[in-house]
Structures are given as C-alpha cells and as structure tokens.
C-alpha cells in the first residue's frame, strides 16, 4: 500500500516542480491605488503603471495599446488583460499580448491564455502572461529577463474587416510576486535595461566655423612629376606639331617666277 501512496506523491510533486507559475495566485488592485485611464500607441508614448495598478481604458477594435512597468531582480511578474465587447460582433476575434524588456526583446510566456480567440457571442476575452523570474545578471545572448523598464502590448491579431473600429473597454492588471530564495547568480547588472530616450539635443545656434590657418603659396607643388602622364602627353604633343611643320616643309613645291 505504500508504494502508490508514494507515486502519489512523488507526481504531484514532480507536477510541482515542472509548473512552479501555476502556484502564482492571479494578480490583484493594490489597496488605493488610482486606476489609470490611458494608454500608449508605441513604445515611445507607453503609459507607466506599477505593480498592482489596476488599468480601465477605452479603445477601439485594431488599436495597439502599450504599457510599461519596472522590474526588479527576483520578482516574477503576471500580466492580466481583459478585453469586453459592448457590441456584437460579426465574427470571432484572435487577441495577443506580448511583454518586450527595455532592449524591445520579446519575453517568454510561462502560463496564461497568450493568445485567445472570442467566440463571436462571447462578450468579453481574457489574457494572461507569467514572465520568467527576473534575474540580476545574465549572458548578453541568454536572453533572459534582467531589471529594467519592461513593455506590455495588447493587439488584435486577427478578426473580420466589418468588426475593425469597434469601440472595447480593457482592464489591465500587473502583479508582482517576490520569488524569495538565493537566486545561485554570481554577479550583478551594472545598470537597469532602460531605453535611451535622450539619444542627442538639438542645436539652438549655427556653428561658428574655425578659423583656417594661411598658408605659402609654392609653386613647385603645382608642377607635375617627370615620370607622370601629362608630362609625356605635352612632349608628344610638341614633337608631333615640330614632325608636321617639318613635312610641310619638305613636300611644299617652289613657286615659279
């Protein structure tokens, strides 16, 4: 009898261990926090929001809304996105979110309906993406999740051109989730992966040109070289005006008298 008390038990806990972002509860509003009513159409425009910041926007059908959030290093985020339709639609709808770090990376997925499909009677679609735990160092080409400004977008992937324009409300939630326990990383990020949105400024007044120095006219510089075609091109030149003048002399007939 004990042997399949402990299959038992050694599967569930294998179950465990292959799913550990399905123990993650499902994000939730922090205690008054204000609820932000805008979003973003770009990375460039992408309206800041914290852990636990719930989101309640208007759009319409087609749009790209995009948010951003900081991550610290240990913490595993999810990201929750309901989408509702206040009018029906003609046919059923593919939606996406995707999560990009501040290098524009995209990010894996670990659990949650990444990309839904709505029934064309189905009043709402829901969304969810867990990142990966964040890491406070990593290889330049591993990929993985490092602290820094991180991009949530939301879009509509495929559904048809009567339904384009259609006017849905979105809730979007993050939550954050300290991981807790010694990550076994040896070292440190120098700096958060933030994006460089201050790449130059822009110039106010005209360069003043420098002065340049005067210098000695020489005119052995303007001389060509001995060895250098346009010195044989000139003394062809002369040597084949002296051969025809010399000709024209041989082959002119005496007048008479």
């Known amino acids: 009898m004990r042997t399949p008390i402990r299959l ?7 179950g465990l261990a292959l799913t550990p972002a ?3 509860a499902a994000p939730s509003p922090s205690p008054g926090a204000t609820t ?3 979003a973003g159409t770009s990375f460039l425009t992408a309206t800041t929001v914290t852990a636990g910041q719930p989101v309640r926007v208007g759009a319409s059908t087609g749009d790209h ?3 951003s959030f900081r991550a610290d290093a240990g913490q ?6 309901t989408v509702t339709f206040p009018k029906r639609r003609s046919g059923a709808s593919t939606w996406t979110v995707d999560v990009f770090d501040g290098l524009r990376r995209r990010q894996a997925c670990t659990a949650g309906a990444q990309t839904p499909t709505a029934d064309t009677a189905a009043t709402n679609v829901t969304l969810g993406c867990t990142l990966r735990r964040v890491r406070p160092w990593a290889e ?4 993985d999740p490092l602290p820094g400004t991180y991009y949530v977008r939301l879009s509509v992937t495929d559904l048809p051109e009567p339904d384009l324009g259609l006017p849905i409300e979105v809730d979007m939630l993050v939550g954050a989730t300290d991981s807790g326990g010694a990550s076994g990383d040896d070292g440190e990020l120098a700096a958060p992966l933030v994006p460089n949105t201050r790449a130059g400024t822009l110039l106010t007044a005209e ?3 420098e002065p340049v120095a005067e210098e000695e006219t020489d005119l052995t510089g303007w001389l060509p ?3 250098s075609r346009w010195v044989w091109t000139g003394a062809g030149g002369v040597l084949a005006a002296v051969a025809g003048v010399a000709g024209f002399a041989l082959t002119r007939r005496p007048r008479r008298p």
Do not use: F
Not at 8 to 14: G, I, L, N, R, Y
Not at 76 to 81: D, L, Q, R, S
């Open 8 to 14: 038992a038990v050694a599967t569930a806990a294998a």
């Open 22 to 24: 399905a123990a993650l």
């Open 36 to 38: 932000v009513t805008k």
């Open 65 to 67: 809304l995009y948010w």
């Open 76 to 81: 595993v985020h999810e990201v929750g996105v």
């Open 140 to 143: 330049p080409w591993s990929g």
């Open 207 to 209: 360069p003043t040109p």
């Open 225 to 227: 070289e001995a060895g």
